[in-house]
């Protein structure tokens, strides 16, 4: 069994297979449907770099002293005074190229998808611009009433989110208003499409695993008539070499429809540590007819998977209650959003009585969003405040449409931002044009913005402009088997 | 629209033919002028008392010019008129005797063909109006159009009437109870009376609205007429909303109410109108509906909405209602607008996404994560501001703070060390983490060495963003630094040693798993 399980994936002969087999000449039911996308982005960053003086140059004995121009240093008496400030301005530019493709065999219920993405990256200032070519999903389908096959690179939505994984999964509906499906094969690690052991992470953390990993799970679900369903998730995760497990969670969900109030419940919980990562209780309900309000209690506590030492570190979580309220009035094409929420943390168990470290946090936020014939506007503030970090700010946007799919549009933001453990307020102003154009299957977006960054709390690193720039274009091709026309808005 | 389809279709029914009914028409014959003159209308209409069609104007222009000499009135010019098409199934000389044999009193001329009122000229008689039908057959029917009336009882079927022309069909009355919801949505009962709409429709007025015309029954029973055809050229079908749909949950519902097949769906709708929802989705039910070709009707043109479950900030909080898969997700999306949002991190600065694909107008915008609005183009009527992409403009600098408090969680589409970490790199955050000169960095806490611990239980998942376990590995090792104990009061120690040995040994045997050779 191969570590580097995800190799065959890269392999030309083996795509240029699977993408053979998608592309077969169209006959009756059979057919290709994809898109082809070019992203690119630029933009303009000043990395930190660390600087010092010697003690004896920086006036005064104190652990924190100030530079002559106010920047704070943190010093060892007898040695170093360090600092960090803004570097030169670096460009950073990164391209995409995506492949998404749908193929139809011509047998019932068997079709094939493929999902390619190529990277390249002016260097490796920006994550992951060295992961040249990924595979984010290429996987057989053989779909029927009662049940699902699939195999390949595929991925599941469930509890525990939304993640890929290589092998197969079974799912049987035979017995609704019931199912259950079963999965297995090898594990990837999340957001990385590639191996546990790929290069990527071992070069970020010197104990990555140096072998892949090994998933398997089950859910089952079941619906209440109209009232309600519920899922329950099972998963389990080891290493190929069996010894260590990764992961062991559970998760569930359930979702009722009372009258016209929605409830959800769902939680997740990690076997290994036994403890519950997620608790969440929601209620949508609306008060009238056009003003709804989102109640919600959540209980957070991160998880860490078991090849890291994180969770070992006994990190606490959360308690959070959150109000939305969205009202929405359609002939004014007018709809405002407005809420809160307040979190406060369980107790650590470490540092000082006395400890100056926030336990606690909140944010408000208001948005309004209108759309009056071609012509649309919104705006926002948002407040946050709380362990970590803060920021406040706001932003306004207007624009117009030139059919459905083709807008322009000019923006400004102001905000204002702070850390707790970093002296680094920050003010950062922009302005910014974006839009797109759809011409047939053509889809063109751009955008370009120019910020201005001043660093209040540090005089060495001044204001500076950034700018960034981004456009995409995409092309749409093939339809559908049997499918004589798309009809607006949908049949996608 | 559909009124216009009925009326112009058509049909009226049956009754309304009374207008044009088989008795003779005036063609302008100023009877009321001649007021007097004759003592009985058989002397112009001798004909009907036997049944004599041909007789059914019996009066010639010699008998006009006895009077219309030129000297005492002046000349005329004028032809009986012929008699004029129709889809009557009337018969004078028959109804005449079914009445005599009633035992009823006789009928005359002027029971049917008036004068209506004393006030006028004894002559002011013409066509038999409906109500003079109904004047009689009260007990049968309420009104010449009423809904119950029996069509075929006086008027022939469509097919029974080939010489009436498109002209005449097109001025056939709609009654009155074609005209509400309830009739168009439930005429095809079980009391359909097949023969009174064959007065007026033929299987092509059916098919204007009937998108699975040619497999229902009552349809097929119903013959083609090239008139109806010709009538119903562009006429577009109007599909009322049945009470069923109106259900606040009607949307993300209905698929359990096609518990017969799909033939009542059919009516009205064709597979487009499921994929503007459901999209390329394998369901049986969907298949089965009628499929049209190009330039033929295609039913019910259903906008996209939200659905009920999609609540206003349903953009980031669809992971319950995912998973408890209600409504099923991929009768609406397919996978590769999920990977839109969640499968590619490594975008740089605003994302892009291409306004075609659906995740694309989910989020950016101005708001931010808690506000999003699922802006699906029919978000109550509301319409979507356009966006770029997951995150809202200039997230770059804001994420500190919606990190720290974990709104979303960042893991869950990122990387920890492969995205966050890396790019905190690039970016000279972790400088100085190797060295253990990292606390210059958090120089916003003087008493950071002390603090740490709390910032750190706190928000773990921000640490892990910039340090490497070996950072923490100097002080917290249990074989070297300072072995100061990380683990809390209800560390599970046993628990967590049963599933990952491995783990433990990093701090606790020194048998750390390292990366191979």
């Not at chain 2, 009962?189 to 009174?196: I, K, Q, T």
Request: proline share 6%.
């Amino acid at each position: 069994m191969s570590d580097r399980h995800g190799v065959w994936f890269r392999s030309p002969a083996s795509l240029a297979t699977l993408m053979l087999l998608a592309f077969t000449l169209p006959a009756l039911g059979q057919g290709v449907r994809g898109e082809v996308r070019v992203s690119s982005g630029f933009l303009e960053a000043r990395p930190l770099v660390r600087d010092s003086l010697a003690d004896a140059d920086v006036p005064g004995t104190a652990v924190r002293r100030r530079l002559p121009d106010g920047t704070v240093a943190t010093c060892i008496l007898g040695n170093f005074c360090r600092w960090f400030r803004a570097d030169e301005v670096e460009e950073i530019f990164v391209t995409t190229q995506e492949l998404l493709a749908t193929g139809w065999t011509g047998i019932q219920g068997l079709s094939t998808r493929v999902h390619l993405r190529g990277r390249y990256g002016s260097d490796e200032f920006w994550p992951q611009s060295t992961q040249e070519f990924e595979t984010v999903s290429a996987y057989a389908d053989y779909d029927r009433s009662d049940f699902r096959v699939r195999a390949g690179r595929q991925f599941r939505t469930d509890g525990l989110g939304y993640y890929n994984f290589d092998g197969a999964s079974f799912l049987w509906r035979g017995w609704n208003p019931w199912w259950i499906e079963v999965y297995g094969g090898w594990s990837l690690a999340r957001g990385l499409n590639a191996s546990r052991s790929d290069d990527l992470v071992s070069r970020a953390d010197v104990l990555a695993p140096d072998v892949g990993g090994l998933i398997f799970g089950a859910e089952a679900g079941g619906r209440l008539g109209r009232i309600g369903s519920g899922s329950v998730s099972y998963q389990r995760e080891i290493r190929t070499d069996r010894l260590a497990l990764i992961t062991e969670r559970l998760a569930f969900d359930a979702r009722a429809f009372l009258n016209r109030t929605v409830v959800e419940l769902s939680g997740e919980y990690d076997w290994a540590y036994n403890q519950l990562n997620e608790l969440r209780l929601r209620v949508n309900t609306p008060i009238t007819s056009r003003l709804e309000v989102v109640a919600e209690a959540r209980h957070h506590s991160p998880f860490f998977e078991l090849w890291t030492i994180w969770g070992a570190f006994s990190p606490v979580g959360f308690n959070e209650g959150r109000l939305t309220l969205a009202w929405s009035k359609p002939d004014l094409g007018l709809g405002i959003q407005g809420g809160g929420a307040y979190r406060d943390y369980d107790e650590t168990n470490a540092g000082p009585a006395n400890s100056t470290i926030r336990d606690d946090g909140w944010r408000a936020f208001a948005n309004a969003n209108w759309r009056g014939g071609p012509w649309f506007a919104s705006g926002g503030y948002r407040a946050e405040a709380g362990f970590g970090a803060a920021r406040f700010g706001g932003d306004l946007r207007a624009g117009r449409f030139f059919g459905d799919e083709s807008y322009v549009a000019l923006r400004g933001s102001r905000t204002q931002t702070f850390g707790e453990f970093r002296l680094n307020e920050q003010l950062i102003s922009g302005v910014g044009i974006d839009g797109a154009v759809q011409i047939g299957e053509f889809s063109f977006n751009a955008g370009a913005a120019v910020y201005e960054i001043d660093a209040r709390e540090r005089p060495v690193d001044g204001k500076w402009t950034q700018a960034r720039v981004y456009s995409s274009l995409s092309y749409r091709f093939g339809i559908e088997p049997g499918v004589v026309s798309r009809v607006a808005g949908g049949g996608r | 629209m559909m009124r216009r389809v009925l009326l112009g279709t058509s049909v009226a029914l049956g009754l309304a033919a009374g207008a044009l009914v088989s008795m003779t028409r005036s063609d302008g014959f100023p009877h009321g002028d001649h007021a007097g003159l004759f003592p009985t209308c058989l002397g112009c209409h001798s004909g009907i008392p036997e049944g004599e069609e041909d007789q059914y104007y019996s009066v010639i222009p010699a008998d006009c010019i006895r009077c219309h000499d030129g000297e005492r009135e002046e000349t005329v010019n004028w032809n009986a008129p012929t008699r004029t098409v129709s889809n009557m199934v009337y018969d004078h000389l028959e109804h005449i005797n079914e009445v005599e044999a009633a035992g009823d009193s006789a009928l005359v001329c002027a029971d049917c063909h008036g004068p209506f009122a004393d006030s006028l000229p004894r002559m002011d008689a013409g066509r038999a109006p409906p109500e003079s039908c109904v004047a009689c057959h009260a007990h049968e029917v309420s009104e010449h159009l009423a809904i119950e009336a029996e069509c075929s009882a006086c008027h022939a079927s469509l097919a029974d009437s080939p010489d009436l022309s498109v002209e005449r069909l097109a001025e056939f009355p709609e009654p009155p109870s074609h005209e509400s919801k309830a009739f168009l949505l439930e005429h095809g009962g079980e009391e359909l009376a097949l023969e009174s709409c064959a007065v007026c429709h033929a299987r092509e007025t059916c098919s204007t609205c009937h998108l699975n015309a040619a497999t229902l029954e009552e349809i097929r029973q119903l013959p083609p007429d090239e008139r109806v055809a010709q009538l119903v050229v562009g006429n577009v079908g109007e599909w009322p909303e049945p009470e069923s749909h109106e259900r606040a949950d009607w949307e993300f519902t209905h698929g359990n109410d096609i518990t017969s097949g799909s033939q009542s769906c059919a009516s009205c709708h064709a597979e487009p109108s499921c994929r503007t929802c459901h999209g390329s989705a394998a369901v049986p039910e969907i298949a089965a509906l009628p499929n049209p070709g190009a330039g033929e009707p295609l039913g019910v043109v259903v906008p996209r909405t939200r659905p009920p479950g999609h609540l206003p900030l349903f953009a980031t909080q669809h992971g319950a209602a995912v998973a408890a898969n209600m409504p099923s997700c991929s009768s609406c999306h397919v996978e590769s607008q999920c990977a839109e949002c969640h499968s590619d991190p490594g975008r740089v600065a605003e994302r892009v996404a291409p306004q075609g694909a659906a995740p694309a107008n989910v989020s950016s915008g101005t708001a931010d994560a808690e506000s999003y609005v699922h802006a699906d183009p029919g978000f109550r009527s509301l319409p979507p501001e356009p966006r770029s992409g997951y995150h809202p403009a200039n997230f770059l600098v804001r994420h500190g703070a919606e990190a720290s408090a974990v709104q979303t969680v960042c893991s869950d589409c990122h990387s920890t060390e492969a995205f966050c970490r890396d790019c905190h790199a690039s970016t000279g955050i972790t400088v100085g983490v190797a060295d253990g000169a990292g606390g210059a960095f958090h120089d916003g806490q003087p008493n950071w060495f002390f603090e740490h611990g709390v910032a750190a239980r706190q928000g773990m998942e921000g640490c892990a963003s910039c340090h490497q376990q070996t950072s923490c590995l100097r002080c917290h090792s249990a074989k070297a630094g300072l072995r100061i104990s990380p683990h809390g009061p209800d560390f599970d120690a046993t628990r967590v040693g049963l599933r990952s040995s491995a783990s433990c040994g990093i701090c606790h045997t020194g048998r750390q798993l390292v990366p191979a050779p």
